[in-house]
């Protein structure tokens, strides 16, 4: 008796396609990023030497975890610096790319282009062009500090915080801030795009509303912009802090590149897993209190 042979329908049919065209992405993450991952996590627990034909593997347990923590002079230097600037640039770059949003999602002449223009960074850092910023520079944009190059000497930060009286970490932290501003509007460009595609979603029949009720502007982001763009924020500060992390401008990381450039797989290993087990930890952190106490109370 035959089988009768059985149509498929649209969804199978999407699902075929969809399998077909995710197969070569699949494959890559395979090869290219869990591999290695994997790879990594057992040099971080071993010794390995380069030898003719591949690379020596002992295991020594947390001995390389021990080095680096209790033996390394620059190691925990490398730690506070990373962090510190993972936690002071994840506010800025979110409280500024939402601010930017908010001003290119007004109706205004030339908004199309002044919109191109805050995406043009994630462009060029992906090309050539950055290599020969970074070359004119002599280093990254980190490096460029509001106060010499971009203003040429007319405006001093640390005069305009002696004025206000600012003393200790909050002058520091207002310096280091102004200082990397350039750095971090840089940062802004795909966060700027998710934000307004979130501005763009929020229903205008709530300002009518809100306007009839005679809300301010202050009163509209508060109790309908901002709780419509819980979504979307979430969204935006896991990936500011994905990309934070593993910036290749950050000390640590710059540091740790220049290691295994050497040779020195084994330590290098393990200074990245402890320092992505931090940052991930809080990572964690920042997304359950913001889950618990924003997000439960705006739904």
């Not at 969804?11 to 993450?29: A, E, M, N, P």
């Not at 935006?236 to 994905?242: E, L």
């Not at 290098?268 to 924003?294: D, E, H, P, Q, T």
Request: positive net charge; charged residues 15%; contains cysteine.
């Amino acid at each position: 008796m035959k089988k009768i042979k059985r149509n498929r329908g649209i969804t199978d049919l999407k699902s075929r396609y969809g399998y077909l065209f995710t197969t070569h992405w699949i494959i890559g993450i395979v090869i290219f990023f869990a591999l290695p991952l994997v790879q990594s996590i057992i040099y971080s627990f071993s010794k390995a030497d380069v030898v003719a034909g591949g690379i020596k593997i002992t295991f020594m347990g947390l001995d390389n975890y021990k080095q680096i923590l209790f033996e390394d002079p620059n190691y925990e230097k490398w730690l506070k610096g990373s962090i510190t600037s993972y936690l002071y640039s994840l506010p800025i770059i979110i409280l500024l790319s939402m601010t930017l949003a908010l001003i290119l999602n007004q109706k205004f002449k030339g908004r199309l282009f002044f919109r191109a223009l805050y995406f043009l960074p994630v462009i060029i850092s992906t090309g050539a062009v950055i290599n020969l910023i970074f070359k004119t520079t002599g280093s990254d944009m980190s490096d460029v500090g509001v106060s010499d190059a971009l203003s040429a000497n007319m405006i001093s930060v640390d005069d305009i915080i002696k004025l206000f009286n600012i003393n200790g970490a909050v002058a520091k932290y207002i310096t280091s801030t102004i200082s990397k501003i350039f750095d971090l509007v840089w940062s802004c460009g795909i966060q700027i795009v998710l934000f307004l595609a979130g501005l763009q979603s929020v229903p205008s029949s709530f300002f009518e509303a809100s306007k009839i009720e005679g809300a301010t502007k202050w009163e509209e982001f508060w109790f309908i912009t901002f709780p419509m763009l819980s979504r979307v924020t979430l969204l935006v500060t896991v990936f500011t802090m994905v990309e934070l992390i593993t910036s290749e401008r950050t000390t640590l990381i710059k540091n740790v590149y220049s290691m295994m450039r050497t040779g020195n797989y084994d330590e290098s290993s393990a200074m990245m897993w402890f320092y992505f087990l931090i940052c991930g930890g809080i990572m964690g952190i920042i997304v359950f209190l913001y889950n618990r106490f924003l997000m439960k109370r705006w739904e």
